[in-house]
């Protein structure tokens, strides 16, 4: 949201509708002149909260409503009042004084009750005056004042939209960026424990002068794998997952785990829970191929296929 200090927005405003009734009070038998009292009571009710009270840009929707009935009330009580003292100099402040009010109302989102104001106000002055008051009551400036503070509603509102939007980009691009430095910490710590699991037997293999034996060859073979599983397996594997697809091997089954990064967003409880009935479903599996697989950007989170050679319909094929 745009911030702007109040004092710098409001001093001119408020210091304007401060002076424009001074000339008018000044007259003689302000005593006599009780409409026009009240009618400035409650032009400054409405008027000094309207320009020096609530946070934020802004004012309560109920504020508003107040300034629209102002602008109906002041001017039919200094009408009366001109008619009942016979003196049409009396309350030269009211057209100018309630386009301030309705500016205000404009410039602090309500544009239409400012609207609804200006044309109350012209129906008001025309009726009485004739067409003739929009040359001589100040009615041209009036609305120029109020077009004005709709146009700058417009702006400010434009404004923060637009602001709203940058951070929302902003946030969605740290959000990226720390999901980035997470998935990279995590990468290195996988390495670090897939390289702690491989270690031992790459050293023995190279220790080894003679050929190996058919055990460790096995074991070999089945290192081979799991190092495979972990690269591409990502943030799908887990110890449970882990222990089904050695069982598997041992069996001479072909497995391949393949992350696309369809449970990236899950935590590591709702993963174990994801998994949970994909490993009840694959203790039944003795033979064949199976591909446990988990798509981005699909409706499912994870897909399990298992075959067997020579077979035309898969012993398992689910997703979740």
């Known amino acids: ?27 003689p ?13 409650i032009y400054f009710l409405v008027g000094t909260p309207t320009l020096l009270l609530y946070r934020g840009i802004r004012i309560p929707i109920w504020q508003a409503g107040l300034n629209l009935v102002a602008a109906i009330v002041i001017p039919a009580l200094i009408l009366l009042q001109r008619n009942a003292l016979a003196n049409e100099f009396i309350g030269g402040w009211e057209v100018m004084g309630i386009t301030v009010i309705l500016t205000a109302t404009a410039v602090r989102q309500h544009p239409r009750f400012a609207i609804a104001g200006l044309v109350i106000l012209f129906a008001q002055e025309i009726y009485a005056y004739g067409v003739i008051a929009l040359l001589t009551h100040g009615l041209a400036g009036a609305m120029v004042f109020v077009l004005a503070g709709l146009g700058i509603s417009r702006g400010i509102k434009t404004a923060n939209s637009a602001s709203d939007k940058f951070r929302v980009q902003q946030a969605a691009s740290l959000a990226g960026i720390a999901a980035l ?4 910490v995590e ?18 293999i190279a220790e080894s002068v003679e050929p190996l034996p058919n055990n460790l060859k096995e074991e070999t073979r089945l290192l081979e794998r799991s190092l495979r599983d972990e690269i591409r397996g990502r943030g799908l594997l887990t110890p449970e997952l882990r222990i089904e697809i050695e069982r ?10 393949l992350d696309e990064g369809g449970v990236d967003d899950l935590s590591e409880s709702q993963l174990h829970e994801l998994l949970k009935p994909a490993i009840a479903e694959l203790q039944k599996v003795l033979d064949g191929r199976v591909t446990i697989r988990s798509p981005k950007g699909e409706s499912f989170r994870l897909t399990v296929v298992a075959t067997i050679p020579g077979l035309a319909k898969p012993v398992l094929n689910f997703k979740l």
């Open 181 to 184: 430095e997470a998935t990279q």
């Open 1 to 27: 949201m745009i911030s702007v200090k109040r004092w710098a927005a409001t001093i001119i405003p408020f210091a304007l509708l401060v002076y424009l009734p001074i000339q008018s009070l000044l007259l």
């Open 187 to 204: 990468r290195q710590k996988r390495l670090k424990e897939v390289l702690s699991t491989a270690l031992p037997m790459l050293k023995k």
């Open 29 to 41: 038998d302000l005593d006599a002149r009780n409409l026009e009292l009240l009618a400035l009571s």
């Open 248 to 257: 598997l091997r041992k069996l001479g089954c072909e497995v391949a785990v």
